[in-house]
């Protein structure tokens, strides 16, 4: 596969699917008016995607650069597969989208209290008192966004039972949303699909 080819099919393609993800997000909450439970790995997963053009790209130029340049080439595949590994031991457990602080919490206490769970707040994390299993919570209300992930793989479990009855929360019991995710989400998939059309009515 030449630059080109890189350049004006497999780089607007995964924009594309990019872009689609985006606009998912970003209609699920706008159109449903329900915040959205996704799992760290899909944006982990358009992470990837959004890395693979440039790293193929460097792959491409190191096979045809010299030898003294190609290791040189070769160290930005090498950096990025780095920080793709950073990535994947950080983005763990669950993204909730258009949401706002009191809401998150009010969906979070309302799941364990289904599951018979009581939670007991420490200085760095949330404690299941019955079982002893600890879970991570960051909330950026300002921007409508949250993250919930286990502290260790004996949590998994619980976790994803707390996760699913957010879900269930959200959908059934309204509260305050901030849609301002969801909106920067919707331009910018727009932009990279229209980008992305432009790109392949370029010719080869």
Known sequence: MNSDILFKLA???????????FIFVALKTLIGRRP???SSRYLFAVMCLAFLP?????IVMGLSSSQSFSKILWMNPLIFLMLLAFFWIQ???YMAFAISDVYFRDALLASAKSLGYSIE????CLKIKETG???QVAIQGWIGTAQLKSTAKESNDAVR????????YFQSTPGKMNYITSYLYLIVGVFLIAMSAWMFSLKL
């Open 91 to 93: 983005m763990k457990g």
């Open 54 to 58: 440039t790293i193929a790209n460097s």
């Open 11 to 21: 780089f607007p393609a995964i924009n594309i699917v990019i872009g689609v993800f």
């Open 161 to 168: 039972q707390i996760a699913d009855g957010m879900t269930k």
């Open 36 to 38: 959205l439970l996704l």
């Open 133 to 135: 299993h600890e879970m």
């Open 121 to 124: 707040e420490t200085m760095s």
